[in-house]
């Protein structure tokens, strides 16, 4: 292993030494895609390619070759082909893998595991350990990725289930090798669970790039992957979803590991093409054969002595036929993986065990396997405490209790300061109703600061306060999986009841649960905000002011520093924090030395047209992403500038702001809905360098209001002296003529930006103003992004 990690350049980080923060950096290697000169760069790529959700990432481990010598001398060398060229500067994807999750902490597993997965790749269920010591059941690394799919007996109705792959009851097949079976199990398995969509390679075989050379490090890996249903009879090969474990290396080697998968797995297939004495007897000595074992026999023409101790075995073992598979010499690969696919369908029907991750940790603990969430049981057990009181009662009862300062009064608040700002007093005298909305203000500030904080707010910060950053980040961690959780199984129950109700036509009962559902989303941004307003507000009172609630700005700037967005307008009520928000600021810029040089750089755009999920993808970042609870306000993100390009950009850090999408459906019937639109963008372009516009379509109608504020936002800001660059990012448009055939539009949506651009002006009384373009850093060619979608084929399955 040490070997093997030094030559990759990676022994420093070994155990568990790297973090998710030192990835997330901005330097010349996340921003110029160059190639890979030394196996020391090779995990570098692998990783930046798979935070940017690209597919083509495990192609990348091996140093780029100078072929071109070699072929330029004149006469064929045959040294040369015998030569083996195999070991020095290349690298098996597998131990690559490997060897990065064992220098991965915690966290940054979880990361890479959910990316994996959203590649559609295998990922590591028992990660090996240096010289056969005790495999890991990786548990916490899986406990990220969550699923949907639909299976068919909801494809009538149109229904869906979601849940983390990791608590979700599903059939588990196992597939392992007896040592010199010629046959690739994982080409098989690819085969198999690509039926129907395009061949994608999910598991890495001999046959694909890197895939032949010697593995170091991975024998003992088990990795797993899901089949999931999308409801299409067509397209799907299981009608339910299945699970998949794949052993790397042979059985013999791996004894603790096959035991481990034979015990736990609905069925287990070995692969074979002759069964020599000790493996006779491992086989021999498993029990309940009768329900669990298939045999796959790769059958070639001239081994009758390999087919003989085949025989031998199935006599002892006394399995019927449908549990022996074989390949005969005339049949390929995707003709017999058919084969074992109906082998598989056929076991199917009659699995009652279907097993969830979860409960494997006893059996792993019973047979000598080490599980790595251990080590954060007390946090779990804190978080188990707030959740607790969250289960007792519905979502908006528990925050109305346990979060005050976000509730009604914090919404009048913030309606009181906008009426200040713009005093549409009517008829009565201007300074009686300042004063009037200065009253109610302070009523309210006082009713504000009096409210105690209640038992889960006080577990929250006693625990965010702790000086370990690793508790406090498995703290984190373990609220956004419990609350994500539960406030997915409160969605599902209330968006059935709603169903039912649209079709019963109660008008009343269905604005009742249309409210609840949207109140129903509670994460960590909601405990975060609560902190935020406790500090707000508790100034005016000295006594309140104690050491601890004084430490907050400070606590969050750290967090900020560690990667954790930060709630920057709070979406339910539209208002800022101003005092909580500066503060933490100004603690963030002592603890970086006060070297804070900001890019801000800002995605607008309309409802779940991807905004999210396009600033992950260029960043590497996790900004909550899911149609079901959309970003409300506004978060931002620092990500650290790396020494390498500092110069080079003149920045120290780069802001990412995430906004709620414009014109949301859930906002469209309140009458101010325009305004709320308007506040947004001009407050979030007001503090950006480069706006990202993000439309979802060719054709830009809709997002003509949207155009519409954004001039406004920067007109004004033109006014204090500073001129934006805006790009304009069309999603999911694939075609290789778009960007030519599309000059009409972009000329029309530039017609339209200096018409609405002339009107702002008159509005804003700056005849001067003209074009669009005198307001901002704009080209038409330029500034206009076309970008394909990124799933290839139909989700769950789609890479």
Known sequence: LYTFLSKLGLEKCYPNKLTLRSLLEINKSSIYDESVESLEKIPWCFLRKLFQNNAECRNRTQVSDNDEKKENSDLFDFDLLTADDSADNKVNPLDLIVALFLCADSFLQQEMALKM??????????????????????????????????????????????????????????????????????????????????????????????????????NGLVEVCWFLPCGKENLDIFPEPVAFANLRGDICESLEQFNFLFQESTATFVFLDKVEENEHKILTSLLDVKSKLFLVVNHKDNSREDMMSVKKTLKELQLPNSRVKTKDSSANVAEFSEKLCAAIKTSLPDVTATLNIVNMVGKAVELGLSVDENKSGEQKKT??????????????????????????????????????????????DPEEYKCQLHEEKDKIRKEQSKQKLSKGMNSFIKTLSTRDKEKRDFFLKWMKLKLDTHSRCKLTDLRNKFKEQCEKKDIKLITKLHKDLLESSLGVEHYMREMGLIYEFSINDSRNTADEISRLPGLAAEMLLDGFPLELLDGDASNIPQRW?????????????????????????????????????????????????????????????????????????????????????????????????????????GLSDVTIINIAMENSTEMKDVLQIAVHAFLRMKEIGKKPICHFVHQNVSGVSAHAKTITDRKHLLDQLNQMTQIAAEMEKKPSIKAFTDVLDYDMDKNNWNIPGLWHGIPPMAP
Request: proline share 3%; net charge neutral; charged share 25%.
């Open 117 to 218: 997965s959203m590649c559609q790749f295998s990922v590591p269920l028992l990660l090996p350990h240096v010289n056969n010591s005790q495999s890991t059941l990786m548990l916490w690394a899986l406990r990220d990725i969550v699923k949907e799919w639909r299976p068919h007996d909801l494809s009538e109705s149109r229904g869906f289930v979601e849940d983390s792959i990791v608590q979700a009851d599903i059939p588990f097949f196992t597939f392992v090798r007896l040592k010199n079976c010629s046959l690739s199990k994982s080409q098989v398995l690819n085969h198999v669970l690509s039926h129907g969509q395009q061949n994608h390679n999910i598991f890495i075989h001999r046959d694909m790039k890197g895939g032949r050379f010697k593995r170091r490090i991975a």
């Open 383 to 428: 978080v188990e405490e707030i959740m607790a009181d969250i289960e007792r009662q519905s979502i908006p009862d528990y925050k109305k209790q346990h979060l005050p300062l976000q509730g009604e009064n914090w919404k009048r608040l913030s309606q009181l300061e906008k009426e200040e700002c713009r005093l549409k007093s009517g008829d009565s």
């Open 581 to 685: 928000v500066t503060d933490v600021l100004m603690e963030l810029h002592k603890k970086v030395g006060e070297q804070s040089r900001l890019l801000v750089l800002t995605v607008l755009g309309v409802k779940n047209t991807g905004k999210s999920t396009l600033l992950n993808t260029m960043f590497g970042v996790q900004f909550p992403v899911s149609s079901g609870r959309c970003t409300r306000g506004a978060y931002m993100l620092f990500l650290k500038v790396g020494e390498d390009m500092k110069h080079e950009l003149n920045y120290d850090f780069i802001v990412l702001i995430d906004t709620e999408g414009l014109k949301s459906p859930d906002l469209a019937e309140l009458e101010d809905s325009y305004e709320h639109d308007n506040q947004m963008a001009t407050f979030v372009i």
